[in-house]
């Protein structure tokens, strides 16, 4: 009988150290894509607004983008299932997109 190697022992303990700012990295997006799609400007002549979208954006992408270089790291990658970053990407899709198209 063998016994898991010491790396296969340390895999749980890592994951968790690397959930945590993954976690929070992909929270912090959440909720400036959220603030993002949820502004509504009274007017055209309401400037406050467009700069709020776009900063709600750009906190957005900047979040997503320092998540999914987190994951890019080897030792994150082999740890960490694709999953864990998906919804940080999204997230900075769906923000891009409404910068673009809406902001």
Known sequence: MTSPSHMDDDRGCLRLGLAVPLTLLTLIAAFFCWTA???RPSGAWYDDAYAGIVLSCVVTIASAGAAAALWL???VRR??????IIPALLLGLAAGARWVLGG
């Open 37 to 39: 799609l949820t502004i």
């Open 73 to 75: 790291v080897p030792g």
């Open 79 to 84: 740890t960490m299932p694709v999953w864990w």
